[in-house]
């Protein structure tokens, strides 16, 4: 476990290890999926945190973490801060210190030059779940994470009106339910087959499942949504004035879920094949054959391949 210390609090002098928590600006982690080499590394085949052990030339264990993360990843941090000690334990019972060190970075992570391990990729704590990582490093993630969110500013004002000097945020009309909104890439080559994903057996979502590429839309428009999903999910690159919008789903997965509205955008052209670019989401690409699609398919994405063909540009599924 980790004790958490402000900024201006000294690390403790017994850990003679350093590790990085780093995290940008849409809340993810960036986490390090070390070798699967058993008896020879600390934590083999789990994802972790990058750092290290502190070496003579290291004059404070902030040295040491900034080490690391150069040498592994190539990796400069500026705003490197004390966050607290991890306590880590090993095979044999033994504990052993960590000083953790938190920063902000907003890089991709496929672009760092890893020198050790496996890769390296961002991730939201809630799908820390899904992951082969230490409770401990679970743990020390989510916490950091929920203090961030209690430091965090006031909320920017919303629309409104103004009553007293102070500007009130609008109401909703009674009733009102947010819809969440998903971004999908309906992408099919000349011979007309279409690309699907096969989603990892511990997903949340849809299981061991066939489903089209998608991601949820952040503080972004929609296409810039689909680009940025081709690119991290797929390693597609795909312009913006190469899609077009061609079919919407109003659905629900369950009565009285959260609502979803489903954007399938066509991409007419795209440069590079699928790649494995998060296997821990995806474990296979494959173009199918429209009228043979695979048995374990999210429903709606059958309904909306079928919406496509026939030239319909609206469906809706899963209400009553």
């Known amino acids: 476990m980790a004790s958490p210390v402000s900024p201006s609090d000294h690390v403790a002098p017994q850990a003679a290890n350093a590790s990085a928590l780093i995290y940008n600006d849409r809340g993810e982690y960036l986490l390090h999926l070390r070798d699967y080499l058993p008896g020879q590394i600390w934590e083999p085949g789990m994802w972790s945190l990058l750092g290290g052990g502190r070496e003579p030339q290291d004059a404070t264990l902030e040295h040491t973490v900034r080490r690391e993360l150069a040498e592994e990843a190539g990796l400069r941090i500026s705003d490197l801060t004390p966050f607290g000690v991890e306590e880590a334990t090993d095979d044999s019972g033994a504990t052993l210190p960590i000083a953790i060190y938190a920063g ?19 991730f939201a704590p809630d799908d820390l779940h899904r992951l082969r990582i230490a409770p401990s490093t679970s743990d020390l993630v989510r916490r950091h994470a929920a203090s961030r969110t209690a430091d965090a500013s006031a909320p920017a004002p919303q629309t409104g009106s103004v009553q007293g000097g ?9 009733g009102t339910v947010l819809n969440i909104i998903g971004v999908h890439l309906y992408l099919e080559r000349s011979d007309g087959t279409v690309l699907l994903g096969l989603r990892h057996p511990d997903s949340g979502f849809a299981p061991s499942t066939w489903h089209v590429l998608a991601g949820h839309c952040e503080q972004e428009s929609a296409v810039t949504c689909l680009i940025r999903e081709a690119q991290e999910e797929a390693g597609l690159l795909i312009e913006p004035q190469d899609v077009e919008l061609v079919h919407v789903v109003h659905h629900v997965d369950r009565t009285g879920d959260q609502p979803r509205m489903g954007l399938f955008f066509r991409a007419h052209t795209w440069t590079g094949e699928p790649e494995l670019r998060e296997p821990d989401k995806c474990t ?37």
Not at 104 to 122: C, I, K, P, Q, Y
Not at 166 to 174: D, H
Not at 293 to 316: D, W
């Open 104 to 122: 902000s970075w907003n890089g991709d992570s496929r672009e760092l030059h890893l020198t050790e391990g496996v890769m390296l990729a961002w």
């Open 284 to 320: 296979q690409w494959k173009f199918w054959d429209p009228t043979a699609l695979p048995e374990r398919l999210v429903p709606y994405t059958r309904v909306v391949i079928e919406g496509i063909r026939a030239g319909r540009l609206y469906s809706e599924t899963g209400w009553v």
């Open 166 to 174: 102070e500007c009130r945020p609008a109401a909703s009309p009674n």
